[in-house]
């Protein structure tokens, strides 16, 4: 077995140069085995790429799958507080955020500023649902959000 002796891989014998420096193998001991096959490919294979339907679908099942699996677990194991509601809005901002831009590629930025501050004005809304928090919501969040989206679109 042969080494580089520029870099120190270990060589395969039908290599005639490092792969990795291009330094010359020369091993007078054992020359070059030029019958055996190659151990890389000589063609270059390309990987085909992925729809975005295929994978909006497939984020969209795993969101989904969390969201159902967390409310099923809050209905069994009852609490003070309706956790799964922190749960399945957090997973629909994601699905909101992710698989909606994959779907929809030319939304306009204005829809999508949109979309997003309402994703999050409603997730703060189960929030406060849960918590009896309507005070905070409609007095700090609500206009925080909004004056946030205000600036977003602004600036965007």
């Not at 270059?44 to 677990?73: F, I, K």
Request: charged share 10%; net charge negative; proline share 8%.
């Amino acid at each position: 077995m042969s080494y580089c002796v520029n870099c120190g891989v270990e060589l395969d014998a039908t290599a005639e140069r490092c792969p990795l420096c291009q330094t010359p193998v020369y091993n007078p001991v054992r020359p070059v085995d030029r019958e055996s096959p190659p151990p890389f490919p000589t063609e270059v294979g390309e990987v085909a790429p992925v729809s975005r339907g295929a994978l909006a679908l497939l984020l969209s099942a795993m969101l989904l799958s969390v969201s159902v699996v967390c409310g099923v677990l809050n209905l069994f194991l009852r609490t003070e507080h309706t956790w799964s509601l922190y749960v399945i809005g957090a997973m629909l901002m994601l699905w909101l955020w992710i698989v909606l831009p994959l779907l929809a590629r030319k939304m306009p930025l204005l829809l999508r500023i949109v979309v997003d501050v309402g994703a999050v004005a409603l997730y703060l809304f189960l929030i406060a649902l849960d918590l009896n928090g309507m005070d905070w919501y409609l007095g700090l969040a609500l206009p925080m959000v909004l004056l946030g989206g205000a600036c977003l679109l602004v600036l965007g």
